[in-house]
C-alpha cells in the first residue's frame, strides 16, 4: 500500500546541494506556494515560527542505522536521527517566519536544499516543558 | 507530481473514530512498526519523546480555511493550524516515550485515531528558545 501527495510549493534557500544545507543557522528563504493556496496562509504570521514538512527529494538512499552529526563513533536507528536517508524522506523542519506575500512566505534558518517540494505547513507551538524533555545522544555529542 | 511513500506501521490508539481523539491527554497507545524497521528504533528510548508523522487517512475533506479550536467566530488559514481536513493530511505530533520492544514503541499522549498510518518517526529536540516562541491565535483564544 502506498500514499501519495500533491506538493503544495516549492523551498527558496541559498543551498543548491545537501552538503551546504545547516552552514548558515540564520539563512533566509522562502516558501513559494502554488497560488491556489495562498488562502491557506492567512493568520500563519501570527506564530513566530512555522513547522515545515518537505519531500527530501535529493535523497537517495535509506538506511535503518545512521550516525548522529560530529558524532563518528556513535551509531544509532535511523528514527533516532533527523538523517535524511530515512525510509520516507519527509523532512519535518522549523523556520523563523518573516513576512508572508499573497502565495509566499519568507522564512529565516532554513535548512532544505533549493527546490525542496514542500508537502505541508504547519504553526510551531511547543508542546512540551523544557524540564521534560531528555534528548538522548544530543545531548551526549554536543 | 505526486510523491508516494509507504507506511512504516500502524498506531495503536484508544481512540476508535476522529471525534474521541484529544479527550484524554494522557492516552497511552503504541506505535507498531513492521518488523523490518525495528532496527530503527535504536537509541531512541534515550530521547523522553517522539516525533510522529502519520497519515490522515479517516479524513476525507480538505478546506484552505479552518476554525481554531474553542473559538466558534475566528477562522484562519489551514496552513496556520492543525487541523486534520488540509490539502496534504499528514499529522505532525508529538508523544512520550514509554519503553520500546522490537518494532513496537509504546507512547503517552497519543492523539491520533486507532489503525492511523505512520510514515515516519523522529527525535523530539525542541529547536527554537521558549521566549523567542509567539502562538498567534493560540495564545488569544486559550
Not at 545547516?22 to 543557522?25: A, L, Q, R, T, V
Not at 506556494?33 to 504570521?45: F, I, S
Given at each position: 500500500m502506498s500514499i501519495q501527495y500533491t506538493p503544495i510549493g516549492t523551498v527558496r534557500s541559498p543551498f543548491e546541494t545537501p552538503d551546504a544545507v545547516?552552514?548558515?543557522?540564520d539563512a533566509e528563504g522562502a516558501i513559494v506556494?502554488?497560488?491556489?493556496?495562498?488562502?491557506?496562509?492567512?493568520?500563519?504570521?501570527?506564530?513566530?515560527h512555522v513547522v515545515i514538512l518537505a519531500d527530501?527529494?535529493?535523497?537517495e538512499t535509506s538506511s535503518l542505522i545512521a550516525q548522529p552529526p560530529h558524532a563518528d563513533d556513535v551509531e544509532v536507528g535511523v528514527f533516532a536521527t533527523r538523517s535524511p536517508?530515512?525510509?520516507?524522506g519527509i523532512a519535518e523542519t522549523v523556520a523563523e517566519i518573516r513576512a508572508r506575500d499573497g502565495a509566499t512566505l519568507s522564512v529565516r534558518g532554513i535548512d532544505l536544499v533549493d527546490g525542496t517540494p514542500v508537502l505541508d505547513l504547519k504553526p510551531y507551538v511547543?508542546?512540551?516543558?523544557?524540564?521534560?524533555v531528555e534528548t538522548g545522544w544530543v545531548t551526549e555529542t554536543t
Open positions: 545547516g552552514h548558515d543557522p506556494l502554488d497560488d491556489t493556496y495562498a488562502a491557506g496562509l492567512d493568520g500563519l504570521t501570527g506564530f513566530s527530501l527529494d535529493q535523497s536517508h530515512r525510509p520516507n511547543p508542546r512540551v516543558a523544557p524540564a521534560d
